[in-house]
């Protein structure tokens, strides 16, 4: 494995326990569904964006509704990386999100996230 493809993985996994509701650590079938996420060629914008989006929704759901069992592993969001990889979100949107999910995340700086 390269660098470059280990920065696809721990890129992906630093965002996944980086939003609210995930693990505080990735596992060994966490790191396996990111390289097989990379080899499937799936943009690393597109996996980082639908991570981002799927915490949004489950953070911001209505109060109303049941309160969701916390995300135990990185499988949870495909269904959002397909939807992202059918219709990508508006330009900024995500960013806008990040920002909302940043006071609730575990580090000050959302992975992606520019200085």
């Known amino acids: 494995m390269t660098s470059l ?3 696809y993985v721990d890129t992906v996994l ?3 326990v980086w939003v609210p ?12 569904l990111a390289r097989a996420l990379q080899k499937q ?18 953070t911001f759901r209505s109060v109303e509704r049941e309160p969701l069992a916390p995300v135990r592993t990185l499988c949870y969001f495909l269904p959002v990386i397909e939807e992202v990889v059918e219709l990508p979100p508006e330009p900024g949107y ?5 920002a909302k999910l940043a006071p609730l995340a575990r580090n000050s700086r959302p992975v992606g996230e520019k200085a």
């Open 5 to 7: 493809d280990s920065n």
């Open 94 to 98: 995500v960013d806008y999100l990040r």
């Open 21 to 32: 509701g995930t693990p505080t650590r990735a596992s060994r079938q966490d790191r396996r």
């Open 14 to 16: 630093a965002t996944y």
């Open 41 to 58: 060629q799936v943009p690393l914008q597109v996996v980082l964006d639908a991570i981002v989006i799927a915490a949004t929704r489950r």
